[in-house]
C-alpha cells in the first residue's frame, strides 16, 4: 500500500490517509496552514493524493527544519522502534507520557505523524531518514544464528546472564532480551573502558558502513575485544565482530531523548516597533532601486553584482549592506536580471506607490523566508556575488531563532539554546555564530530586531509568516506602526533641492531625471544642472511641464535661478534634429527613381538622401518583403556594405520568461474541498495524466500531476533525473511538449531547450 503510510505505518489498522480523511475541517486547515508548500497549485486533488504529497521529500525537506530537539527524539523513537504505543514510547524515552503524548500531538499536527488509538506512526520517508542511522546494523538475531555456541556464551555472560545449560536457541533468544533491555545495555557501556566507549561511539556513527580491516582494527584490537566480553559486540561466524542493531537503537539515543523546552527569560529591554529602522530600510531599498531605475547595477560576467560596484553603490548612495538590499529585491522581484546588468523591475513603480506597511511586509516576509544570509554569502571558492542563488541553511538558523524569542524572549538566551531549537542545521560553531551575528545584523536594518527582544514589527511577523498567504495579514497589522508619512523637497535658490525624509515616487523620478546628488542621508542634496535638465527634455520633458511638476512636489513657486536655468536649457533644446532611418535603399540611379515613385511602395515612406541612396523609417525586414513584393530583388547588406546570405537553420527555442509564483490555494477551502470527497483517490482527468503515468511507473500519482500541471499551464518543476549512463541530476525545468517517451523542456540550469525521458525522471517537485 503507497500512500504515505508506508513501511513501518503499513502495519496500523488505520492508514495515514484514512487518517487524514477522518480529521475535522479545523483542524485540516491548521495540518495544511504547517505545511504550506501543499496549497500551491496544482492542490492536492483528494486526501489520497494529500498523503502522498505530505509524505515527499521536497515537503519533508521544508518541514524537518521546523521540528525541535524533543519532536525530533520522539519521531527518532518510533522510526528506531517501529509503530509504538505512547505509554512504550514513554518508557523507552523515560519521560512522563503526558510529555510524550503532547509531543506525538505536535507531530500529527504538522502532518509527520498519525495514531491509531494509541500506537504512533510516521510517515514513510520521515521513518526511513531518522532510521537510516542505524539502517547498517543487523539484528542479533541474525548475527546469532550464524554464530558459534561459545560466542554466544560470552556475550550472555558478559551482559550479566548465566548462559549454563542452555542451547542455541536458548541462547539467541536471551541475548536478544538482555540487548533490548535499556538498563542492562547502559549498564555494560559504564563498565568498558574508555577507550572501548570512544570505539563504540565511532561504530555507531558509522551507521553499521564499515569495514574492520579500515577501520583501524589493529589499533583497537583491545577495545574490539573487551566489546565483545562485555556482550556489546557478537563474534560473526568469520570472527569478525559485529555491533547488533538492537545496541546500536539504545545507544544511539542515548541521552538524546525529550528534555523540555528550554527555559528563556523575557528580554530585560524596553520594547520597541522597529519604525524608525522600519523607514530606513524602506528607504535604503527604493534609493537602491531608484538608482537602478535609471543606470542597472553593473553586472559580473559570471552574474552577479561584485565588491566593487557594491562598494561605489554605497559611497553614491550612502548606503551600508548593499549585498542585503540587492538580495531582498531580487527575492521580491523588485529587481530584474538582465544580460546587461540588474535594472528595477517592471513591477518595481507599482511596489513604490502602495502604503509603507504593505511595502514592509513584502520585503520582511521576503527575508524572513530566504535560504540564504545576504551579509554572509561566503563559500568555498569565496564569495559568491548577490543575488546569484546559493546553498546554505542559514534561513534555517534565521527563522527558528525568530521564532524561539518571540514573546518578548531574551535574543541572547535563544542563541544559547539555538540548537535544541533547530537540532538539524549542518554547521559548526563557528559557522553557525557566523550566520545568526548575520541574522541579527539583518533582522536589525529591517527593523525586526532592537537590541536583545523582537521589535513589535518583529513580533507580527513571526505571528503572521507560517501562513499561506501572510502579506495582507502583516500589512494589516503594521499599518498603524508605519504610517504615510510625506517627504519634504525644498528647492533653494543656489540649484540645489534638499529632501528629508523619503519622496514620494514623482518626486523620485523626477530628481532622479533632472538632477545629481551630492549628499545622502536623513536630508538628502540634489543639485539642477544644465545636463540634467538637458536629459529631462531628452526623456520628452517640455520647460513648462518640468516648472509645473516642480513646483507641485516642493509645494511652492520654484526659486528664480532655477526658472531661468529650465528656460535657457529650453531656449536650445532640439536646436539639432536626429531624423530616424532604420535603413537605407541603394542602386543604379533610375532603379532608385523607380522605387521612389512607385505607388505600392508610398507607405515605407522612403526620402532620398542621394541619387543613388533611399532612406526609410521601416524596418529591414518589412522592406525587403516590400520591395520583392513590388517586383524588384533586394539583397540585405551589413553595416560594412556585405551582402548578407542567410544561413537555413532551424529557429531557436524561445526563452521562456521568468518564473512567475505559482498561484495559491487558501488551506480552509482546501480543506473543504478534500474532506468532501472522502478518501478514495480521484481518476486521472486528461490523457496526459494517463501517458505519463504509463511512461513513469515508478512516480506516485501526486508528482504526475505536478508534471501534468507543469505541461498544461507553463510552470516551472524540480526533477530528479537519471540519464542512460546512469548519472543523477537535479533540474529546474518548464516542459511544454510530450512526444512518444521524451519530454522536451526548457532546462533553467543549462538556459537551453533539452529533452528528458519520462522513464528517467526519478521524482517531481514544485518550484515556487
Known sequence: MKDGSGGRGAILAVSFTEHLAGLDTERLTALLEHRADVLVEPAPRDVHELAQRLNGLDSLAAALPRMNHDQAAVARAVALHGVSSVSSLAEQLRVPERDVRALVDELCERGLAWTDGERVGLVERLAGHFAAVVGGFLPVAHIARQARVDDLRTAVAGLGADPAGLRKPELIERLTALVTDPGTVSAAVRAVSEPARRHLDALIRSGGMYDFEGFGRRQDDDATAALVRSGLLLDGPYGEPELPREVAVLLRRGDDGPTGRPALPESAEPANEGRAEAEGALLALTTLLDEARGHPLARLKKGGVGSRERARLAKRLSLSDTALWIDVAHAACLLASRADGYPAAAGYDGWREEEPSARWATIALVWFGLDLAPTSRETVEGELAPPLPMESAAGILRRALLRAAAGGRSLRAVIEHLDWFCPFHPYDAVRRDRKVDAALREATQLGIVAGDRLTGLGEHLVDVAARSDPAPELARRVAQMLPQVRGMLVLQSDLTAVVSGQPDAAAARLLALAAEPESRGVAATWRFTPAGMRAAMDAGWTAEELQAELAAVSGRELPQPLDYLIADVARRHGAVRVRTTRCCVTGSEPEIAEI??????????????????????????????????????????????????????????????????????????????????????????????????????????????????????????????????????????????????????????????QVFSVAGIESVSSVG
Open 596 to 753: 521612389l515613385h512607385s505607388r505600392s511602395l508610398a507607405a515605407l515612406k522612403l526620402s532620398r538622401l542621394a541619387p543613388t541612396v533611399l532612406a526609410s523609417p521601416s524596418e529591414p525586414d518589412e522592406l525587403l518583403t516590400r520591395l520583392r513584393a513590388a517586383g524588384f530583388a533586394p539583397m540585405p547588406e551589413d553595416e560594412g556594405g556585405v551582402v548578407i546570405v542567410p544561413e537555413r537553420t532551424s529557429a531557436p527555442a524561445p526563452r521562456p520568461d521568468a518564473r512567475q509564483p505559482r498561484p495559491r490555494v487558501a488551506a480552509p477551502d482546501l480543506a473543504a474541498r478534500l474532506l468532501a470527497g472522502g478518501s478514495a483517490p480521484v481518476q486521472p482527468v486528461s490523457t496526459t495524466h494517463d501517458r505519463l503515468s504509463g511512461l513513469a511507473p515508478r512516480l506516485e500519482q501526486a508528482e504526475v500531476a505536478l508534471l501534468v500541471d507543469a505541461l498544461e499551464h507553463g510552470r516551472d518543476v524540480q526533477i530528479v533525473y537519471r540519464n542512460e549512463a546512469g548519472n543523477r541530476t537535479v533540474r529546474d525545468i518548464r516542459p511544454h511538449e510530450l512526444y512518444g517517451r521524451w519530454l522536451s523542456s526548457w532546462c533553467h540550469l543549462r538556459s537551453a531547450e
